[in-house]
């Protein structure tokens, strides 16, 4: 049975996972997002730059693990990539306040598309027996924050370090007035999207509970 590698530092993205019933291995990729975005171009589509970076970052790891002698016989890690698709630009985490700011005063009472990026890598023995890439989209409804409510969001630091300056399941839910599609995939990992692309790869999500039970159930 595969043991499963969550390739991300995301708490939200491990916190899906676990209550879904398993537990991965966490190992945090060390890709340069800038400059994979920047080897693609301007003109690169959306969905194309979310799922290359998703992959990346899967790739990276078992690479790491491998080296490291560390990769089981029977490897599956997971690379996931958020970023929010506001009036035809990417956005990614805004890193400080003023940016956050600024994307809430022109998000707010709008709406914009949440792409996440996932790459399935399985592997056996360090070589790579199956891989699964895609993408999924789910369409946010922006509320209003008053000014006091935004500043007092952006004083926790929750927003800053977020594809989009939003969170779905943490302190930003308050100002979402809707979404249309997974919502998994908001929190950053799409359940739906992932159980396709393990069964393209040969595993089932019996296997994973099976191998990777979560001790959070």
């Known amino acids: 049975m595969p043991r499963l590698v969550l390739a991300s530092a995301s708490p939200a993205r491990l916190s899906v996972l676990r209550g879904a019933g398993v537990e991965p291995f966490v190992q945090v990729s060390e ?6 975005i920047a080897e693609l171009g301007p003109d690169a589509l959306p969905e194309v730059v979310v799922t ?9 790891v078992l690479r790491r693990l491998t080296a490291e ?8 890690v997971i690379g996931c990539d958020s970023m929010l698709l506001f009036d035809g630009k990417l956005q990614g985490k805004p890193g400080t306040v003023e940016v956050a700011r600024a994307r809430w005063k022109r998000m707010s009472g709008h709406s914009a598309e949440l792409l996440t990026g996932h790459s ?8 790579i027996v199956a891989q699964a890439d895609d993408h999924s989209g789910t369409a946010v409804r922006f509320g209003t924050p008053s000014d006091a409510d935004l500043e007092a969001y952006l004083a926790t630091g929750e927003a800053l370090q977020v ?5 779905l399941d ?9 979404i249309e599609g997974d919502p998994s995939s908001v929190i950053g990992i799409g359940l739906p999207l992932v159980r396709r692309l393990l069964a393209d790869a040969g595993v ?11 001790a959070h159930e």
């Open 170 to 178: 943490g302190l930003g839910g308050w100002f979402i007035d809707g």
């Open 52 to 60: 290359t970076l998703a992959r990346a970052k899967a790739t990276d």
């Open 69 to 76: 002698g560390t990769a089981s016989d029977d490897l599956v």
């Open 120 to 127: 399935v890598l399985r592997a056996r023995g360090g070589q």
């Open 204 to 214: 089932s999500v019996a296997d994973l509970w099976s191998s990777n039970p979560s």
């Open 31 to 36: 890709v340069d997002e800038d400059a994979i």
């Open 163 to 167: 594809a989009g300056a939003f969170t």
